[in-house]
């Protein structure tokens, strides 16, 4: 994170200075009208989680409104789908819309504008080439010069506007520009285009329309015409933010909302662009927007992450104006901290090798009492088998233990999580040299947790009874980037080298405790000295789950082994 720290959870921060202020000089009659505004080509990623908590809170803080808008104005890339897809996201969330628009609403409103615009003398009809339009354009250092049409009539501007709206002229033949100021230092004054033809069917209006207005035209007329107050946006926007009040200035809008901007989220190992996860898509390097390992919100739910972790990241990250990347780590906590809460312990041995305990009698079982939650006491207890032949991980045993390896190893003791002692006698290998069982003796006097004669025992480990295990398919994500600002990269590499060829392992042999298959798909667990887990809800079916690892556990192995309990 940036050295400098953003406002916390309660706080103020900038905006609402900025509102406060407005409501103390008496502005909107004491209104805050918020809205939040996506175009519908792609889903909804984490950073639109930012701006969705920053639009709906303000509303829920000055007791205000906060719409949903989607910003349809570029039918070709704007698909039904992803209108779906966002309301869901929003509404899961955690947020519910006062109003929902569409810019494609105002289509009629806003052709009227334009009218209005050239009517007055601040728009006129352009016939040069896109490319010519950009030359004309200059550059930061280098000032505009006037188009050769800049000086037509009203009435034959009229004339030809109404002409590109019925469809005569072929896609790019002409623009509709705001008449403002060629030679303004900044570019958006320079006779901005207002208005584009493109013969499209739109997702919406089908094909009434083959002229669509810009960004800068539609979203601040969109604005006023839904009463907004605020129009927050990120920082990119900055540079519009005189368009945006020319545009209100010269037209017949009810009401004045203001544009105020703050700093999008970036997080490090990640990209967060609509543009580039299409691409990701698209190309199949992932298996869909909802993939585990996208920054999408469909990605993140069904890796497991929890609204409640998302809005308190959220809040965490604060509001500010200045651009900084938020590293990875502060996201995952914020599901840890929410998971430690809620998720369901079990044992789980992801790569198992067997253990047989040579004094425990063949054939008993014993059901063992387990905490479900030690945070949450509601969650009750449970019954886990025990018996003679057991699995355990085999990072859990080592033949040559380095120095402070308080797990299993020849001769060694080391207590079964919620049980007793055991300690490695010998071992069975494979023709390969690889330990396939290790056996063992186990201490009764140790049963429950008992520390006979003050014996210190360090290690604890996890098991499953080998009679009473099931197995289910997890896979381990990782990051998706292996670089931790995946879109630097050198002029001409492709930002997609940057992706981490491990993001993915499948593990097929993992034993777990049998409760996991009594719980429903889409289930959080925390595999105990693990990670938390998540039983997908699309790819497990009752009986039999998949998992998606959600996190690591927070603890790295050294800090487990000091602490020595778990
Ligand atoms: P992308 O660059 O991913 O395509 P976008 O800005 O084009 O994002 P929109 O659908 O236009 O996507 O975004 C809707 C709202 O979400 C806008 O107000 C936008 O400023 C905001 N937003 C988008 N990305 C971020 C981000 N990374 N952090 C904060 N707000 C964001
Ligand atoms: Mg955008």
């Not at 909804?44 to 349809?72: E, M, P, T």
């Not at 060829?501 to 593990?507: A, G, R, V």
Request: glycine share 6%.
């Amino acid at each position: 994170m940036s050295s400098e720290t953003p406002t916390r959870a309660g706080h103020n921060h900038f905006i609402h200075d900025e509102i406060d202020a407005d409501l103390a000089a008496g502005k909107n009659d004491g209104r805050v009208q918020t809205r939040f505004p996506p175009e519908p080509n792609g889903y909804l990623h984490v950073g639109h989680a930012k701006s969705i908590c920053l639009n709906f809170s303000l509303a829920q803080r000055y007791g205000g409104k906060c719409n949903l808008r989607f910003d349809d104005t570029n039918p070709s890339k704007e698909e039904t789908e992803y209108v779906d897809s966002i309301q869901a996201d929003v509404r899961w969330l955690g947020f519910e819309w006062d109003a929902l628009y569409y810019a494609s609403d105002f289509f009629e409103k806003l052709y009227q504008f334009a009218e209005h615009l050239i009517k007055t003398g601040h728009a006129y009809v352009d016939d040069l080439t896109g490319d010519q339009v950009s030359e004309y354009r200059g550059s930061l250092d280098k000032p505009g010069k006037p188009s050769p049409f800049r000086d037509r009539s009203v009435d034959e501007n009229l004339d030809l506007f109404r002409r590109m709206r019925q469809g005569e002229f072929e896609n790019g033949k002409r623009t509709l520009r705001a008449k403002i100021d060629m030679s303004s230092p900044n570019p958006n004054l320079r006779d901005p285009v207002l208005y584009r033809i493109m013969h499209a069917h739109h997702h919406r209006t089908g094909d009434a329309w083959c002229i669509y207005p810009m960004y800068d035209f539609a979203h601040g007329q969109c604005d006023a015409l839904e009463s907004i107050t605020h129009s927050i946006c990120t920082l990119e926007f900055e540079i519009h933010r005189p368009l945006y009040e020319w545009l209100l200035d010269h037209l017949p809008v009810p009401a004045r909302p203001r544009q105020i901007e703050f700093a999008r989220l970036n997080i490090t190992y990640t990209v967060l662009s609509k543009r580039k996860l299409l691409e990701l898509v698209q190309g199949k390097y992932v298996s869909g927007w909802d993939d585990p390992r996208m920054p999408t919100l469909s990605g993140l739910r069904r890796r497991g992450y929890t609204p409640e972790s998302l809005r308190a990241f959220c809040d965490q990250i604060g509001v500010a104006r200045f651009n900084s990347t938020v590293d990875k780590v502060v996201l995952e906590n914020s599901i840890r901290d929410d998971l430690n809460k809620r998720a369901l312990r079990v044992m789980a041995v992801l790569n198992p090798v067997k253990v047989t305990i040579e004094n425990y009698p063949e054939g008993e079982v014993e059901w063992i009492d387990a905490v479900n939650n030690p945070e949450d006491p509601a969650a009750g207890m449970r019954k886990v088998a025990l018996s003679r032949t057991l699995w355990i991980d085999r990072d859990d045993f080592r033949e040559d233990p380095p120095k402070k390896y308080f797990r299993l190893s020849p001769g060694k003791e080391v207590r079964l999580r919620y049980a007793f002692c055991i300690t490695a006698k010998t071992v069975v290998k494979d023709s390969a040299g690889e330990v396939v069982e290790i056996i063992c003796t186990y201490d009764p006097e140790t049963r429950n947790g008992a520390t006979p004669n003050g014996r210190k025992v360090k290690g604890i480990i996890h098991w499953v009874s080998a009679g009473h295990a099931v197995e289910a398919p997890v896979r381990l994500y990782d990051h998706l980037f292996s670089a931790e600002f995946p879109d630097e990269v050198a002029e001409g590499a492709d930002w997609k080298s940057n992706l981490n060829p491990n993001s993915l392992e499948l593990l097929t042999g993992a034993k777990l405790e049998q409760s996991v298959v009594e719980a429903p798909p889409g289930t959080h667990f925390q595999f105990e000295r693990v990670g938390y887990f998540y039983s997908d809800p699309l790819d497990s079916k009752p009986g039999a789950p998949v998992f998606n690892r959600t996190a690591t556990l927070r603890d790295s192995w050294a800090k487990i082994e000091k602490r020595g309990d778990i």
